[in-house]
């Protein structure tokens, strides 16, 4: 296409000129580009719910407050950047909120270290849920097999 940018609108130009319409598409990709990053950064696409259940909300609305302090947090740590919308970038987001993801990330973790009284309950939710199917596992012969062979001390499996 020659370096083209086709813009397609039902409004006529005495509504909305070429140069608006062209500054208001690449506003909205920008806000494609956040939706992605929120995607590719945060998993903000995947909730450990249903779709329209009240939990779903909960895990978006997280998702969404991370993000927030996560934005506020690199703003902060790369105040001279330069990442405003309206100037040339010289730099994406992508590697700034890596960066500050994982510090983050560590110092949530600090905040929260492992108990041992809740470990029980962490397997419990991180189990499969009862299915009608079981699950799968090993035939009883090669079970059979293997303790065989631990008891000869030819493995530790």
Do not use: W
């Given at each position: 296409m020659s370096e083209w940018v086709l813009i397609f609108t039902s409004l006529p130009?005495?509504?909305l000129c070429t140069t608006t319409a062209s500054a208001l598409?690449?506003?909205r990709w920008q806000v494609e580009l956040v939706?992605?990053?929120?995607?590719?950064?945060?998993?903000?696409?995947?909730?450990?719910a249903h779709k329209g259940s009240k939990l779903a909300?909960?895990?978006?609305?997280?998702?969404l407050l991370y993000a927030a302090v996560l934005e506020k947090m690199t703003q902060s740590r790369f105040a001279n950047a330069k990442r405003k919308l309206d100037n040339p970038r010289r730099?994406?987001?992508w590697r700034l909120w890596?960066?500050?993801?994982?510090?983050?990330?560590?110092?949530?973790?600090?905040?929260?270290?492992?108990?041992?009284?809740?470990?029980?309950?962490?397997i419990k939710s991180l189990s499969e849920?009862?299915?009608?199917?079981?699950?799968?596992c090993l035939p009883s012969p090669i079970l059979a097999l293997l303790?065989?062979?631990r008891e000869m001390a030819l493995s530790r499996v």
């Open positions: 130009p005495e509504v598409y690449r506003v939706i992605k990053r929120l995607k590719s950064l945060l998993n903000v696409d995947e909730l450990r909300e909960l895990y978006l609305h997280g998702k730099l994406t987001d890596k960066t500050v993801a994982n510090d983050l990330n560590a110092g949530i973790k600090a905040c929260f270290p492992v108990d041992a009284r809740f470990e029980d309950d962490n849920r009862p299915r009608k199917r079981t699950l799968q303790n065989q062979c």
